[in-house]
C-alpha cells in the first residue's frame, strides 16, 4: 500500500483529500504545519507528497527544496495562488506537478496514481544492465538514473531525467507540449503546459553551453522542442 504525506494547513481540505486518497487504497498521514511536514517527510518513508504552498512556520517551496535535495519521489503542489511565477517556482525547485485550488478530489487521486505508476514502473526490475544512451558528449545510464555532459556528472530530479532521456531515445523528432506532458506525466495537459517549458529550461542549464543558443534541445517556435543528434 502506497504513504501519501499531506502537509496542508486548512483541515477540511486536508481530511477531504485524505478521504477521497484512503478510499482509493492509500495510506495517508498529514501534518497542518510547515515544519512540522518537512520533519516528517525528511524523516520518514513516504511513497509521495502533496504539498501546499502557503503553511505556517516553513512554506511549500522551502519544503520542496529541502525534501528534493535528500529524496527522489513525486510530489505534488497545490495552491489557491494562480500566478505562473508560482508555478514556474514551484517546478523549478522540484515538483513533479502543481494543481491550482479548488480541484475535484477525484483529479487529485487520478494525479496521485499516475505519477506513483510512473514512479514504479522506473524502480521496477525489468530494465537491462548497463542501458546507455549517448549523444554528442552526453551520457545518459538509463539503469543508474545518471547523466554525464562531457565527462562532468550532473544532477536531475526524476521528471528532467524522463524528460532528457525521452528526447534523446527520439532524436531529430519534433514533440509538441501537449505530447511531451502525456508521454512522461501520464496525462492530458488540461492546458497546463508551463510544465513541459520549466523542465526544458532547467535540463538545459544543465546540458547546454550557452542556453541562449542550445546545441541539444532546440526550440521549433509554434510546435514544441526536438533533440539534435
Same mark, same amino acid.
Given at each position: 500500500?502506497?504513504?501519501?504525506?499531506?502537509?496542508?494547513? =486548512?483541515?477540511?481540505?486536508?481530511? %477531504?483529500?485524505?478521504?477521497?486518497? *484512503?478510499?482509493? /487504497? #492509500? +495510506?495517508?498521514?498529514?501534518?497542518? @504545519?510547515?515544519?512540522?511536514?518537512?520533519?516528517?517527510?525528511?524523516?520518514? =518513508?513516504?511513497?509521495?507528497?502533496? %504539498?501546499?504552498?502557503?503553511?505556517? *512556520?516553513?512554506? /511549500? #517551496? +522551502?519544503?520542496?527544496?529541502?525534501? @528534493?535535495?535528500?529524496?527522489?519521489?513525486?510530489?505534488?503542489?497545490?495552491?489557491?495562488?494562480?500566478?505562473?511565477?508560482?508555478?514556474?517556482?514551484?517546478?523549478?525547485?522540484?515538483?513533479?506537478?502543481?494543481?491550482?485550488?479548488?480541484?475535484?478530489?477525484?483529479?487529485?487521486?487520478?494525479?496521485?496514481?499516475?505519477?506513483?505508476?510512473?514512479?514504479?514502473?522506473?524502480?521496477?526490475?525489468?530494465?537491462?544492465?548497463?542501458?546507455?544512451?549517448?549523444?554528442?558528449?552526453?551520457?545518459?545510464?538509463?539503469?543508474?538514473?545518471?547523466?554525464?555532459?562531457?565527462?562532468?556528472?550532473?544532477?536531475?530530479?526524476?521528471?528532467?531525467?524522463?524528460?532528457?532521456?525521452?528526447?534523446?531515445?527520439?532524436?531529430?523528432?519534433?514533440?509538441?507540449?501537449?505530447?511531451?506532458?502525456?508521454?512522461?506525466?501520464?496525462?492530458?495537459?488540461?492546458?497546463?503546459?508551463?510544465?513541459?517549458?520549466?523542465?526544458?529550461?532547467?535540463?538545459?542549464?544543465?546540458?547546454?553551453?550557452?542556453?541562449?543558443?542550445?546545441?541539444?534541445?532546440?526550440?521549433?517556435?509554434?510546435?514544441?522542442?526536438?533533440?539534435?543528434?
Amino acid at each position: 500500500m502506497s504513504k501519501i504525506l499531506i502537509v496542508e494547513d =486548512e483541515e477540511a481540505i486536508a481530511d %477531504l483529500e485524505k478521504d477521497y486518497l *484512503e478510499l482509493s /487504497g #492509500f +495510506e495517508v498521514e498529514i501534518e497542518n @504545519r510547515g515544519d512540522m511536514g518537512l520533519v516528517k517527510a525528511l524523516n520518514e =518513508e513516504f511513497d509521495l507528497l502533496i %504539498l501546499d504552498l502557503m503553511l505556517p *512556520e516553513i512554506d /511549500g #517551496f +522551502e519544503i520542496c527544496r529541502q525534501v @528534493r535535495e535528500k529524496k527522489d519521489l513525486p510530489i505534488i503542489m497545490v495552491s489557491a495562488k494562480k500566478d505562473d511565477i508560482d508555478k514556474i517556482r514551484g517546478l523549478g525547485l522540484g515538483a513533479d506537478d502543481y494543481m491550482t485550488k479548488p480541484f475535484s478530489p477525484s483529479e487529485l487521486v487520478a494525479r496521485v496514481k499516475a505519477h506513483l505508476s510512473r514512479y514504479d514502473r522506473l524502480i521496477g526490475s525489468g530494465k537491462k544492465t548497463n542501458d546507455i544512451v549517448e549523444i554528442r558528449g552526453i551520457k545518459i545510464d538509463k539503469t543508474a538514473r545518471r547523466v554525464w555532459v562531457n565527462g562532468e556528472e550532473k544532477q536531475f530530479t526524476t521528471k528532467e531525467f524522463d524528460l532528457l532521456t525521452f528526447l534523446a531515445e527520439n532524436p531529430n523528432r519534433v514533440f509538441t507540449k501537449d505530447e511531451l506532458f502525456r508521454e512522461i506525466w501520464d496525462m492530458e495537459s488540461i492546458g497546463d503546459i508551463a510544465t513541459v517549458t520549466v523542465h526544458i529550461k532547467k535540463i538545459r542549464e544543465k546540458i547546454e553551453f550557452n542556453t541562449a543558443k542550445p546545441q541539444y534541445i532546440e526550440t521549433i517556435w509554434g510546435v514544441g522542442y526536438r533533440f539534435k543528434a
